[in-house]
């Protein structure tokens, strides 16, 4: 009964959405779950920001691809710039460099938005790859190669397609309980790690511990914030 | 704990974290490129620094920034996507590469049987090559100083009883002593190697030839 409620108003969406916009909903009935066309079916009619604060990041992304919506760009904007620039930061850069690498982030969302597959991936794991190999590219100056194509990001799992502002919330509780699940010891591999990005050699040389030590510790933080994280996917 | 041929967790973790240099980081890449495993434990990896950027105190930006980005974008041209041809080689590898062939690169004879292309030199003298062994040559007995990371693209060799195939990588730092690769007869073996400081080679013959072939 639910199920033949959802297919009629999608297929409502479908019929409202003529001209311009029916090749995103064939797509989007083609690609999404039946509850995310519905979503984005209610967003082409409400065509103002405030709409987007019920939309996963993943949902947003799509309306950037398939309309180069604007708002949608604006809402991720907003929330993903001041944080990309705070992990920027981290590197021993000027403010203004770190502005100026942001912004390059957030445009390289809006050229590729499209090669973004949402049951594949998700954006801010995407946005991470980007900030961290512009900054690899722009400041130290070198190549940073990647195991896949942009455009065929291979065995990704998809996120699930419920209630995904809860578990965006959720992810950020998460990550925040299983960094703080870790010892002290093994926290500080993985902020150097991420937040410095120093080898192995070089967090033996900043923490005074035998390499052998420094590689073991990381081994034991990976697997526990696996662990606790299993599931995010 | 160590699986023979596959590299450990920690050096996933400073992949994700952006922590190798390009040479490790293209070595790692084409690795997990044979390894759907290593491939999951990477995205998790990735998920991790993801999440850990989310959870940064978010910073101020600058008023104007979200203009400028319109101003740019309305500019920017349409990206025109190049065919690509990966010559049957890793994806991370083609792409290194250029979509060449390994036999349009510029190999240099080393020696009998052994010829090299050095794709880049990094800081603290850390350098990448391509070596390509015939099927049954023996590379001189050596020591090391600093960490040599060796994967197999094509064909086979020996370090004692532990095999290394195609999409394997041997791990050798300094306290690998006496390391003496025996490559399988067969096939030549053609290897993406990564060496921080000149190999010490212990035959007289090999000392003096090294300086010319530039290992």
Not at chain 1, 108 to 114: N, P, R, V
Not at chain 2, 127 to 140: D, Q, Y
């Amino acid at each position: 009964m639910v199920f033949i409620r959802i297919k009629a108003m999608i297929n409502a969406g479908r019929q409202i959405c003529i001209g311009n916009r029916e090749a995103f909903c064939l797509t989007a009935q083609g690609l999404m779950s039946d509850s995310l066309c519905r979503n984005l079916y209610k967003g082409s009619i409400m065509d103002e920001p405030s709409a987007f604060s019920d939309y996963s990041h993943e949902q947003l992304v799509i309306l950037v691809a398939r309309n180069k919506d604007r708002h949608a760009f604006h809402h991720l904007f907003d929330y993903f710039a001041p944080r990309i620039k705070s992990y920027l930061l981290n590197f021993n850069m000027s403010d203004q460099k770190a502005e100026d690498l942001t912004q390059e982030v957030m445009i390289t969302l809006w050229q590729k938005a499209d090669k973004f597959d949402p049951q594949k991936a998700r954006i801010s794991t995407w946005l991470f790859r980007v900030a961290r190999n512009k900054y690899i590219d722009k400041v130290r100056q070198q190549k940073y190669p990647e195991v896949n194509a942009d455009d065929h990001i291979a065995s990704m799992i998809a996120p699930e397609k419920t209630d995904q502002n809860l578990k965006e919330q959720q992810d950020q509780g998460r990550i925040k309980m299983a960094m703080a699940a870790l010892n002290d010891e093994q926290r500080k591999v993985i902020e150097l790690s991420f937040f410095k990005e120093l080898s192995h050699s070089q967090i033996a040389a900043e923490t005074n511990l035998p390499l052998g030590t420094v590689k073991s510790r990381i081994r034991m933080a990976f697997q526990a914030l696996r662990e606790e994280l299993g599931d995010y996917r | 704990m160590k699986t023979h041929g596959i590299i450990p967790d920690e050096w996933i973790v400073s992949y994700a974290s952006g922590a190798l240099s390009e040479a490790h980081a293209l070595v790692v890449a084409t690795h997990c490129h044979f390894h759907p495993a290593l491939q999951q434990k990477l995205i998790d990896a990735e998920n991790i620094g993801a999440l850990l950027m989310e959870s940064r105190p978010p910073v101020k930006v600058s008023s104007h920034m979200f203009d400028d980005i319109i101003s740019k974008i309305d500019d920017l041209p349409n990206e025109v996507k190049q065919p690509s041809n990966d010559n049957g080689l890793p994806f991370p590898l083609a792409e290194y590469l250029n979509h060449k062939s390994l036999d349009q690169l510029n190999w240099r004879m080393m020696g009998p049987g052994l010829s090299q292309v050095r794709l880049w030199t990094g800081p603290n003298d850390e350098r990448l090559w391509l070596l390509k062994a015939k099927g049954g040559a023996k590379i001189p007995s050596h020591d090391h100083s600093g960490l040599e990371l060796t994967l197999v693209l094509q064909g086979s060799y020996h370090v004692g009883k532990d095999q290394y195939g195609p999409g394997l990588l041997e791990i050798a730092d300094d306290e690998t002593k006496n390391h003496t690769p025996l490559i399988d007869a067969g096939e030549d073996c053609i290897c993406l190697v990564v060496t921080e400081a000149p190999i010490k080679i212990h035959s007289l013959l090999g000392r003096l030839a090294q300086p010319f072939i530039g290992l």
